[in-house]
């Protein structure tokens, strides 16, 4: 039951706001910025962090966990109305906007924008990603999405769905592979995307191997590819 609010959180070499294996914490209408590290670290259950702005970040913006994956039991955190960009400033691979771990977690109405590698990564059962805009992202790698996740047999139920996903495009400095807006990488399964907005994307979703993935009633707008499944 702790909530941080309207405070900024700036120039430190590590985590600013970090909570571990806490319940309903609220952090909101905060600034984060400048920081050599994670801008917002927690885990637990029922937690928030809304309407924060998060920029100028070394590693990832926010980094939200919980849940059990024996029992599917979920973890009901959310981020939600952020805008979160110019991150990865130090550590430039696979450090995302917003990272997503565990079961049935949330991330719904942010901006993500403006960083060398993914925008939104998730790992886990039953998490939603929805109504976000990210742009601009995935810069300086290839092989890579906007938004990702990968090798996991056993990670049904996660969801992707009503983001406006746009500006996405592959370096041309970069040989080899490709960038996806939704990248299913290595056999990841049970994922369904759906309702997207994809625009001037090199691809839009790329579905590398697994089962049971649905892609459902997106549009893709002057993209170079559109659905790419391997096996």
Request: contains cysteine.
């Amino acid at each position: 039951n702790l909530d941080i609010s309207g405070m900024t959180f700036e120039y430190t070499r590590g985590v600013a706001i970090e909570g571990q294996n806490v319940k309903n914490m609220r952090i909101s209408d905060c600034v984060v910025r400048n920081i050599g590290s994670n801008g917002i670290n927690i885990s637990g259950t029922d937690c928030t962090v809304e309407k924060c702005e998060i920029y100028s970040i070394g590693a990832m913006g926010v980094n939200i966990s919980g849940g059990d994956r024996k029992t599917l039991f979920p973890g009901n955190n959310t981020v939600k109305n952020c805008s979160i960009y110019d991150f990865g400033r130090i550590f430039r691979t696979y450090q995302s906007g917003i990272m997503i771990s565990g079961v049935g977690n949330r991330a719904e109405y942010n901006t993500v924008h403006d960083a060398p590698h993914s925008g939104v990564r998730f790992s886990g059962n039953d998490n939603v990603i929805t109504r976000n805009e990210i742009y601009n992202v995935v810069l300086e790698c290839s092989d890579s999405g906007a938004i990702y996740t990968g090798r996991d047999w056993t990670a049904w139920g996660n969801e992707i769905s009503y983001n406006y996903m746009h500006d996405i495009k592959k370096n041309p400095e970069l040989t080899n592979f490709t960038v996806s807006a939704v990248y299913l990488d290595d056999t990841e399964t049970g994922a369904t995307v759906k309702n997207n907005y994809f625009e001037n994307c090199t691809q839009a979703v790329l579905a590398g191997g697994g089962c049971g993935n649905k892609i459902i009633n997106n549009t893709m707008v002057e993209c170079d590819n559109g659905i790419d499944y391997d096996q």
